[in-house]
């Protein structure tokens, strides 16, 4: 019987009210009442410490009120169960009493001990919900605000309700200057596909776990993200949406996409440059002894055959020689230099071509940037290389060349954009590969060569291109 106890503390200035109350719940066999006496405002104060199950308070008690009681008791206890008890059937009272946040109110007289007990384990079992309903509200609540990822609440038509910190970070909006104002989702969504994919889903009633989407997260930025729509479960006229930002993943894994390739070209090469650099010295070989051997009527009847030979003889042998360079990791002579410093004197080897095509340059160069452990000479090539692509896809007069430099993820990274014709999406696979150029006299090397020099330094190079739109390499380096 000790475990279905009630503690309930009875608020009544009337002593005689008390006794009736508590013979009447005495004699309640189904369970068992512990009652504690409370005759005026300050001794309900003084009990507030007390740990009751239940709260029995009149509505006149002196100079305060029911009601003052009440108040005082959700202060410090926001889902106690509190009982109004008054002399009268008066529906002004009972209405304050609801509003205040009254579990029940009761008229003496009205009631019996089945009727009055009933009323207390209700309100027992009420505020026992609520305050379960409350930490998991205030459980979610908390996951919500600090979840790493952004979350979202939206209704069918996508329209943005609700939003955590994570959402505020990521996407480039001011509260301040009423940027959610009906704001849609879809219109986050960059491709079409995407928006009326979304659309579906909401119109749909169903849930959908991990969809990639591309989307806007400021207007000049795009994030690949994992998108998961969930139905809520208290409205099924509201979604959650989790966004999972796939940039940094992407970049990794086109990283090592770029160094294993590099590392299989290399090897390519090698066995390439063994398999014919040997017959092609014999071949160069034996096309000089028929030279000495040919008697001079045939030689002049045959031309320059032999020495046609041996010049590409030698070509090829060039070519096997580059490639092997080019794919082969560098020997460094490294040291200490500021990392400014090397764009600085890059942009001036350049400064020539971006006079003679009157293009503007943008020098983004941050103070934070210290300095880096790299072959200077070689690094400043790297850099070169990719500026006179730039420059070379820029049209004259309209052209931008922006040079830009940050700390990121404790790397330090340079952003070399233009904003000229673009490459072509299949044409990006291919931008690395030796001897690959859409240029009519490019050896096709010199990018090869470029990644060869930032992989030897333990960096990493990643190109992003949009036809029309422009192109931009980011080459990170471990700062110093």
């Known amino acids: 019987m000790e475990e279905n106890k009630k503690k309930v503390l009875y608020v ?21 009442f512990e009652m504690t006496h409370a005759g005026s405002f300050e001794q309900a104060k003084a009990h507030l410490d007390g740990n ?22 959700k202060s410090t206890k926001k889902h106690a169960p509190v009982i109004i008890l008054t002399g009268m059937e008066n529906g002004q009272v009972d209405d304050q009493a609801r509003e205040s946040g009254a579990s029940d109110y009761l008229v003496k007289g009205a009631f019996d001990a089945q009727m009055l007990s009933r009323s207390i384990r209700y309100a027992i079992r009420d505020a026992e919900l609520h305050e379960s309903l409350d930490i998991a509200g205030r459980k979610f609540k908390n996951i919500f605000e600090r979840a790493a990822d952004p979350i979202i609440l939206v209704n069918r038509l996508s329209l943005i309700i609700d939003f955590n910190p994570s959402f505020l970070q ?35 009633n169903t849930d ?14 795009n994030i690949m993200a994992l998108v998961s729509v969930v139905m809520n479960e208290t409205s099924k006229e509201l979604y959650q949406i989790m966004i999972k930002d796939l940039t940094e993943l992407k970049i990794k894994e086109e990283e090592l996409y770029n160094l294993k390739r590099f590392s299989s070209t290399g090897r390519i090469a090698r066995i390439l440059a063994h398999e014919v650099k040997n017959p092609l010295t014999t071949i160069l070989l034996s096309a ?18 032999v020495e046609t030979i041996k010049k590409n003889c030698t070509r ?47 020098k983004q160069l941050s103070n934070d940037i210290g300095d880096v452990n ?30 830009r430099s940050v700390v990121k993820a404790n790397k330090c990274q340079v952003e070399i954009s233009d904003n000229g014709v673009g490459i072509p999406e299949e044409k990006l696979d291919r931008l690395f590969e030796p001897f690959y150029t859409s240029k009519p006299t490019g050896s096709g090397l010199g990018l090869t060569n470029t990644q060869n020099i930032i992989f030897s330094h333990g960096g990493s190079l990643r190109v992003q291109s949009k036809e029309g739109i422009g192109t931009t390499f980011y080459i990170a380096l471990d700062c110093v």
Not at 66 to 71: A, F, K, P, R
């Open 12 to 32: 009544d200035d009337d002593a005689d009210d008390f006794l009736l109350v508590e013979r009447m719940l005495h004699g309640y066999k189904h369970m068992d």
């Open 316 to 362: 090829i042998n060039q070519l096997i020689t580059e490639l092997l360079e080019s794919t082969r990791f560098t020997e460094l002579e490294a040291k200490k230099y500021p990392l400014n410093q090397i764009l600085e004197e890059a942009l001036e080897e350049v400064e020539e071509r971006i006079e003679l095509k009157n293009i503007k340059l943008i």
């Open 208 to 221: 959908v776990l991990d969809f990639e989407a591309d989307i806007k997260i400021s207007p000049d930025q």
């Open 52 to 73: 009751f199950d239940a709260y029995l308070v009149d509505y006149r008690l002196g100079s305060k009120s029911g009601i003052e009681v009440l108040e005082l008791i």
């Open 374 to 403: 790299v072959d200077v000479s070689k690094v400043k090539i790297a850099f070169v290389n990719i500026m006179v692509n730039a420059i070379e896809a820029l049209h004259h007069d309209f052209g931008i060349l922006r040079v």
């Open 288 to 305: 000089e002894q028929l030279c000495y051997e040919l008697p001079p009527e045939v030689k002049e009847e045959s031309g320059d055959l």
């Open 170 to 204: 990521k996407f480039s909006y001011n509260l301040g200057k009423n940027d959610f104002h009906s704001l849609h989702f879809t219109d986050l969504l960059v491709k079409k596909e995407d928006k009326e994919f979304l659309k579906e889903v909401l119109k749909s």
